[in-house]
């Protein structure tokens, strides 16, 4: 069997990223100038690399993260057990240690290897682990796919790390991400492994891209 290549990418930034709002499954933001200009620089880099499809989220800022890829014309799919945790009563507002610990609690919580607890209103990390089980036996089932894009959001792609990967849930925070990040995986037939790790090297424009603005 041929390696199958992973792409996994987290979305560009949105305004609710850059006013740290929590934005989950229940909220469907768009890219902001930022965040487009991200989607553009990774297009840029990967245009020319043989993706056999595309797989999203079913929120937008997901699908406009990886446009310039569906503009070629590539196969696409989207997937509802790729969205973003709920965040349930949380969504929608800004959090920080002083505004919100009963928030910080739960991620404690999910830390301490509690991941079947729900945040109020919202999922637990194992609902979302298991809803994501049918994408990756997806996947997993079509070998003729050797090199696919996916693109999710913060929290789901840590889990979804956490399983490819066989991680205990617990240790999902392990797996660093900012917007528009890449996650580069081989698939041996049996394991992952990681080729990149969080890698933003394609958001850093070229000193003589700068020099002609």
């Not at 199958?4 to 499954?25: A, E, P």
């Not at 969504?91 to 919100?100: K, L, M, S």
Request: charged share 25%; proline share 3%; hydrophobic share 35%.
């Amino acid at each position: 069997m041929s390696i199958k290549k992973v792409y996994l990418i987290r979305h560009g930034q949105t305004d609710y990223n850059l006013q740290s709002i929590v934005q989950g499954s229940g909220v469907d933001s768009v890219l902001n100038a930022e965040g487009q200009r991200q989607a553009d620089l990774f297009f840029d880099k990967y245009k020319d690399v043989a993706f056999d499809r595309v797989y999203t989220s079913t929120l937008q800022r997901s699908i406009q993260s990886v446009q310039g890829f569906l503009d070629l014309g590539l196969p696409h799919e989207q997937h509802a057990g790729l969205n973003e945790i709920n965040w349930g009563t949380r969504e929608g507002t800004r959090i920080t240690p002083e505004e919100d610990a009963y928030y910080h609690g739960i991620l404690q919580t999910w830390s301490e290897g509690n991941t079947g607890i729900c945040i109020e209103g919202g999922e637990s990390p194992q609902l979302v682990y298991e809803r994501q089980k049918p994408f990756i036996e997806l996947m997993l089932s079509r070998p003729e796919e050797e090199t696919i894009l996916v693109c999710m959001h913060g929290r789901a792609m840590r889990i979804l790390l956490c399983q490819l990967l066989r991680y205990p849930l617990r240790c999902m925070d392990e797996f660093r991400h900012q917007n528009l990040c890449l996650y580069r995986l081989d698939y041996t037939g049996s394991m992952f492994a990681v080729k990149k790790y969080c890698d933003v090297a394609h958001l850093q424009q070229p000193a003589e891209d700068i020099k002609q603005k």
